[in-house]
């Protein structure tokens, strides 16, 4: 049984953890939002890359598939994230009931944005990994998704685009200027940096996958 002394000092040192806890995994509803718009920003630059990449695919093709797996890790997260707020949502969370749900044009295309960006990425994989010999039956698969997607994660992104910079600004500002930073910034950095090394040491992993391809130019000839 703790002593009159030992009781104050361990109630202190639990609060300190709680603080601490909540240095990395608060925020709430917003820390989440927050997330999810800094994921869709790294996206965003990623995906550019990626476009230049399938613009010049017989000179990029390398590059191509390097990005294809490295995105593989901010797309995890991303879908980790909206899909939290979902489930929340749907649960009866108070916080996230409060918060409300997403446009009723968001709402509609999620699951056409989830389903798609899972059909091309899937096929992407299993092209890389089946070898040229597949190109007849995964690489429409892979084309027509790919379309798809792009025509929805276009309207998705025009939809968030406003909301992207200030976002950004409030959570990476100064906080000499913007006040302080909210809550769980610490875990957030953490999930991103995470996310990008995933998909990094994927992606590396992965580049011997890569010669049958590369060496052939399969999409420069057949795309």
């Known amino acids: ?4 002394r ?3 000092a361990r109630g202190a040192e639990l609060r300190s953890e709680r603080t601490h806890a909540g240095t990395i995994t608060g925020g709430g509803t917003t820390g989440n939002e927050l997330l999810t718009t800094a994921t ?10 990626l476009g230049v990449t399938i613009i010049r695919i017989g000179q990029l093709l390398w590059l191509h598939l390097f990005l294809g797996m490295l995105l593989i890790g901010p797309l995890a997260l991303k879908l980790a994230s909206t899909g939290y707020r979902f489930v929340r ?5 108070l916080s996230y009931r409060s918060k409300g749900a997403p446009a009723a044009l968001l709402r509609v295309m999620g699951p056409v944005v989830v389903v798609s960006t899972l059909v091309v990425f899937a096929s992407g994989v299993a092209l890389l990994f089946a070898g040229p010999s597949s190109r007849d039956t995964l690489l429409p698969i892979h084309k027509l998704s790919f379309f798809v997607w792009l025509a929805f994660m276009g309207l998705h992104v025009l939809a968030h685009l406003p909301s992207i910079l200030p976002a950004l600004r409030s959570d990476y500002g100064r906080p000499s200027e913007l006040g302080a930073h ?13 996310a990008l090394v995933a998909g990094l040491v ?3 992993l992965v580049i011997p996958e890569f010669a049958p391809w590369v060496h052939r130019g399969i999409f420069h000839h057949h795309g």
């Open 89 to 93: 949502y749907y649960s009866g969370s």
């Open 202 to 204: 994927l992606a590396v």
């Open 1 to 4: 049984m703790a002593t009159p």
């Open 40 to 49: 869709g920003a790294i996206l965003l630059m990623l995906l550019a890359v």
């Open 182 to 194: 909210l809550a769980g910034r610490s875990g957030r950095v953490i999930a991103l940096a995470g």
């Open 6 to 8: 030992q009781a104050p």
